[in-house]
């Protein structure tokens, strides 16, 4: 029997079924039809800006060509992907958005694995037609581990979505109007977000690459292998990028219960200590190079004779909270193997006895995966720096407050910043310290559930929702929601409107 929440729909004489409230692009990707799309992407939803998802409604309301990540499913709808004024429509806007682009995929580094590449090639166009003056910009500096390369933008707006909506960083953005749309930063200099390096693979095109990698391979030439980040406790899951046995980068890989479609730049640029040429590349006994054999056979020797001198007791196995899982894990198997009589991974006592009591206290039914904490409608942070200790974290607790969860940090010490994810590291070690929490002058007054007073100084009020938290950027009459989602760019207008003296770059 059908929930009553399922909707059902033919795209290409194909019967689909998905819940209520899923696009008609959603729909056709979940029966593995592909249509073309650049401004949608699963973690960010719709925006309607690439305009290349077109279909054709046969039966269904409204009837006609549409967007297909615009247009909600709806029960009895016929849709066709491959109608011809719905491809003719498609093609046109590839070929109108290649108008612009410099044709460098021999030099770019996303060539292999760019969606441009292969939805321009899928559509079928060819041949340029326009033989006019490209538009061209100038290519900012954004850091030691980020390419930018503006002249391939097409304006689908995922990064700027991303940096600023979904991970809450503020000195990146999107500038200038009509069909001179350019993102970026006011000025040169790194990006600040602990999130940046997923403009890399959130772009659809190779407006962003990876600095750390850049001209070092193409993407069939890299070993990739599944594997678990191991630079926290929260396991995200990442793709690590190798050619001949060097570490050249690592991608996000998806996981929905744990990290998303993201990872944190520590886990994304911490390549350095994997390919140190101080790191041995060889097993060494007594400072001479030996084979891995002949070194675990010294090393059971010696452990032989310790063992018989000074009893198993005397021996202690060390692991780390940094370590791998697996290593900790081998770590313990070692002890019972040699019968040691320590096994430690902490070096301070108070902070082993806390983690050992809050582990026993975690079960199957009170565990939470991040995916459960991007849902939750109340998350309480218990004196820890989510974004130097869990970035993760922090981009998980930022999405339940941008669902409208209320955020509680308790403690005296905790970065109130660390709970909304938008203070970057560097930006909270070059500025004064600040109060646990703000005033209530930092709390948007059209909240109601905006403080009044001073909250006490014990007892920091939870984070207010998301409307209206970047300044100006609340509800105002007369201004559309693409001003109201993108801050604006600084450019004082005399005798202008609109709020701070600033004239709207995005029409």
């Known amino acids: 029997m059908n929930h009553p929440n399922e909707i059902k729909l033919i795209i290409d004489d194909i019967p689909v079924e998905v819940p209520e409230g899923t696009s008609v692009l959603e729909a056709a990707l979940s029966v593995d039809i592909t249509i073309p799309h650049f401004c949608w992407h699963p973690a960010l939803g719709k925006a309607g800006a690439c305009r290349v998802c077109a279909v054709k ?93 503006m002249n391939r933008c097409i304006q689908c707006y995922r990064c700027a979505r991303f940096y600023q909506e979904y991970a809450g960083a503020t000195d990146f953005g999107v500038m200038g109007r009509g069909n001179m749309i350019y993102f970026g930063r006011q000025g040169d200099g790194p990006l600040e977000s602990p999130f940046s390096g997923n403009l890399v693979d959130i772009c659809p095109t190779g407006v962003f690459t990876d600095k750390t990698a850049r001209f070092r391979a193409r993407y069939w030439d890299y070993d990739l292998a599944p594997s678990v980040c191991p630079h926290c406790s929260l396991g995200c899951n990442i793709t690590p990028a190798a050619r001949y046995r060097e570490l050249l980068k690592v991608i996000a890989r998806r996981n929905d ?176 310290a600040s109060p646990t929490h703000p005033g209530p002058d930092s709390v948007p007054p059209d909240r109601p559930d905006a403080p009044r007073t001073r909250p006490g100084a014990g007892c920091p009020p939870p984070l207010p929702a998301p409307g209206g938290a970047r300044g100006w950027s609340g509800s105002r009459p007369g201004v559309c929601s693409r001003t109201r989602s993108h801050p604006a760019t600084p450019r004082p207008v005399r005798g202008s409107a609109t709020p701070r003296g600033q004239r709207c770059p995005h029409c």
Not at 90 to 106: A, F, Q, S, T, Y
């Open 257 to 432: 219960s744990v990290n998303g479609w993201f990872i944190c730049d520590r886990g994304r640029f911490s390549n350095g200590a994997v390919n140190a040429p101080e790191r041995p590349r060889q097993a060494l006994a007594d400072n001479r190079p030996v084979s891995c054999d002949e070194a675990m056979d010294a090393l059971l020797e010696r452990l032989t004779e310790f063992l018989e001198l000074n009893g198993p007791a005397s021996l202690a196995i060390v692991g780390s909270p940094r370590m791998s899982l697996e290593g900790n894990i081998m770590a313990a198997r070692l002890r019972e193997l040699l019968g040691a009589g320590t096994l430690s991974y902490f070096d301070d006592r108070l902070q082993a006895e806390r983690t050992m009591e809050a582990a026993s206290l975690l079960t199957t039914a009170n565990a939470a995966s991040l995916a459960d904490v991007r849902k939750a409608d109340l998350v309480a942070i218990m004196e820890c720096d989510l974004l130097a200790e869990a970035p993760m974290m922090a981009l998980a607790v930022r999405q339940a407050w941008r669902g409208g969860a209320r955020v509680y940090v308790v403690g005296c010490d905790v970065p109130f910043d660390s709970a909304q994810g938008t203070k970057t590291l560097a930006e909270r070690s070059r500025s004064p």
């Open 57 to 149: 409604v046969l039966e269904g309301s409204p009837r006609g060509v549409q967007m297909s990540c615009m247009l909600p499913a709806q029960d009895g709808m016929v849709v066709s992907t491959t109608d011809p004024e719905a491809v003719a429509l498609r093609k046109g806007v590839i070929e109108w958005l290649m108008i612009n682009h410099p044709h460098d995929c021999p030099v770019c580094d996303e060539g292999g694995e760019c969606q441009l590449q292969d939805f321009t090639i899928a559509g079928g166009h060819g041949l340029r037609r326009y033989d006019g003056r490209k538009r061209t910009y100038t290519n900012q500096y954004l850091g030691e581990y980020i390419e930018h390369e």
